[in-house]
């Protein structure tokens, strides 16, 4: 297990808190977050570029509670955002307007007017429409926008087809052939101020190879801005780096700060980084119930209380999460083979097959792990089951940070047309 999440006499703990104890006192199932998984996450990266690391820049579509966000703005981490709501988090959170990067292909006039309004660090353009629109609001405005061009390197990392954003045919960024004459133009609109280049291949990349590709294709494209006279001083790398679901090792933060470095040499060029899942993924666990072990003439099924309602991953992406019980198995205990399945009216409703575990009973807990990225954020009211609450440790203190909502919470912003409550209707 990582040292945030293992066993004390017996008990899976995080930090020094028992998983037990908070699912006994409320309820599952329950996202558990570890403030010292995420910090110590935080500060490898920093300390991997030494006295002069990028501008980290926390994805927060990995996960976007306050709290989480909040632990990490005290680092000085920024935050990348993909809409107006995330910007608000951020902020909402402490993070500095000065530390914001606004992605996305889809900005709304309202999203852009707020971002201008907010003073963010840089929008990030992923196309020609785009870069007009955002020069008119600005310049309507009397205000001027920082923007970075984002091209698409086509680069296809070794990810999974619908978490990989670098290549030619998928829906982001610029093509890297259209990219000078666009920030030329750029650079001749009134209410934007180009200030750099921005690139993200994709997500859960653990081979640096791709990296290395796109960033020689990134500082390619700089060179070339410079030598037509242009001003670049910012090169926004994305994020995408890698971290264990099984017994795949997470991606070499020394390694790939290395690779950056060379890449960038003798550039003198601000740099952000976009790391989500990264920061917080193996920081976090959902602490699930087993409503019973169905046996069939073929399989067997461990049924528990969590769902595809609670982490889609497996649902959407076929991803693999590893399962510990609560209380340390025996060596004893025989394991079997199991198919773990959520409560769910959907066959998809599946976290995997065969997985080898102790026989558990009603009432026993388990802890999926590697869930604090893309767990709750994506989390949703399907079948009308309570949602998971999530807490967060930090050593001997714990705290709700969002609370389980309901199901009469869940309906408690509809509403039934007075022509329904008619008698006979």
Known sequence: MDEAFCYRDGELCCEEIALSALARRLGTPLYVYSANAIRARYRALARAFGPHPPLVCYALKANHNLAVIRTLAALGAGADTVSA?????????????????????????????LALEEGILQLNVESAEELERIAAIASSTGRTAPIALRVNPDVAAATHEKIATGRRHDKFGIDLADAPALYEKAASLPGVEPVGVHLHIGSQILDLAPFERAYARAVELVRGLRARGLPIRRLDLGGGLGVRYGEEGPADVRAFAELVRRATA????????????????????????????????????????????????????????????????????????????????????????????????????????????????????????????????????????????????????????????????
């Open 266 to 425: 003798g550039l003198e060029l601000e740099l952000v980084l976009e790391p989500g899942r990264f920061l917080v993924a193996e920081a976090g666990v959902l602490v699930a119930s087993v409503i019973y072990l169905k046996e069939t003439g073929s399989r067997r099924f461990l049924v528990l209380d969590a769902g595809m309602n609670a982490l889609v991953r497996p649902a959407m992406y076929g991803a693999r999460h590893a399962i510990a019980p609560l209380r340390a198995p025996r060596p004893e205990d025989e394991l079997l083979e199991m198919d773990v399945v959520g409560p769910i009216c959907e066959s998809s409703d599946i976290f995997g097959r065969d997985y080898r575990l102790p026989r558990l009973r009603p009432g026993d807990l388990l802890a999926f792990r590697t869930a604090g990225a893309y767990g709750m954020v994506m989390a949703s009211d399907y079948n009308s089951r309570p949602s998971p609450a999530e807490v967060l440790v930090d050593g001997a203190r714990w705290a709700v940070i969002r609370r389980r909502r309901e199901p009469e919470e869940q309906m408690a912003n509809e509403e039934i047309p007075a022509w329904l409550e008619e008698p006979g209707r």
């Open 85 to 113: 709501g995330e910007i608000l988090r951020a902020r909402r959170a402490g993070v500095p307007a000065s530390k914001i990067v606004f992605a996305g292909v889809a900005k709304t006039d309202q999203e852009i007017r």
